[in-house]
């Protein structure tokens, strides 16, 4: 009877430990169907809305925290940067509560650049907290996905790094989708991603670089008929400059909001702003807040209005050789509160 109790007690006492043993996947395989190519509904069947916005800086960091701190089984975390210790603390925290966090964090292109990884300082802390981290693949040039999934439930796709700056600071936005579609969709590209694997998402909701993320963003362009309200950080890809011109000359009314981008001291995006303020367009880089969003607003009020936003600049690179994540949405109530924003930064005085 003896033996029994302490047997019993033994058991009692590993269960927690075996409950951190081994990854939680998050993971439903994608269900591989090209014939669903195009613009569809993505809200699911009887819900108002499967989405919500985040407006950067107004919202700071409490849905992404929230979200950490809310997770019962698995998180997912693909990253650009990521150096904010409120963050970083809340996924070892998690980590500590058995809940199994994995983190992939670009590496290729800092290491190309022969410059630092800021994520450094964040990976050697989540690996001591026992977190999984990984360095993504370097068939992508830059790994530019800003994704955080939770418990197989819900996803946010973020424009904004997870870096304080962009908390106080940037426009920036995200999306908070608990789409199940959407959702399975991105954590079987996470899947992939971990494990160093190829495969071709296809759910007509999500835009994903470098597999479809050129053929949807042309597709808003070249479809609106009325009005084309645009953030990029970068603005330098032709074919994108060229479908702009083409919209303002069929007489849509397209507005652009670009950062103040520079590298060796030349503005990358002031000559593409030039081309499109010289066809009809209208283009310019504001004062107030840095542009790090990426957002394509297409017919805003009309029965076919739908609004991309991601990870995906208006770039060569971004749309064909990184590894980025936006999603199109169609719900009014977040459009007009992207309408609203854009309509007050458009105000904003120009830089000279």
Known sequence: MRSLTIILVLLVLTLPIAGCIGPRLDTVPVTQNPSNAGITSNVDAGSPSAHT????????????????????????????????????????????????????????????????????????????????????????????????????????????????????????????????????????????????????????????????????????????????????????????????????????IVRVIAASHTNNGRNENAPALAILNANGAQAKMITSLYIHAKMVLADYAMPDQVAYLGSENLGTVSLDHNRELGILITERPILDHLESIFSKDWIAPAVP
């Not at 989540?126 to 994704?147: E, I, M, R, W, Y």
């Open 53 to 252: 916005l985040i407006v950067e800086p107004n919202d700071g960091k409490a849905i992404i925290l929230s979200t950490i701190a809310g997770a019962r089984t698995n998180i997912s975390l693909t990253i650009y940067e990521l150096t904010d210790d409120d963050i970083v603390r809340a996924l070892s925290a998690a980590q500590a509560r058995c809940v199994s966090v994995r983190v992939l964090y670009n590496s290729n292109s800092f290491r190309s650049m022969n410059r630092t990884n800021p994520n450094a300082g964040a990976i050697t802390n989540l690996s001591l907290s026992g977190v999984a981290t990984k360095p993504a693949s370097p068939v992508f040039t830059v790994t530019h996905q800003k994704t955080l999934t939770a418990d197989a439930s819900r996803s946010v796709i973020m424009t904004f790094n997870l870096e304080p700056d962009y908390f106080n600071t940037t426009r920036d936005f995200g999306i908070v989708t608990t789409n199940s579609s959407e959702v399975r969709e991105i954590a079987g590209v996470f899947e992939a991603d971990w494990n160093y694997q190829n495969i071709t998402p296809t759910l007509p909701s999500l835009v994903w670089s470098p597999v479809n993320s050129r053929t949807k963003m042309l597709g808003v362009i070249d479809d609106a008929t009325q009005t084309i309200d645009i953030y990029s950080e970068e603005f330098t890809d032709p074919q994108c400059m060229n479908a702009l011109v083409n919209a303002a000359k069929r007489g849509v």
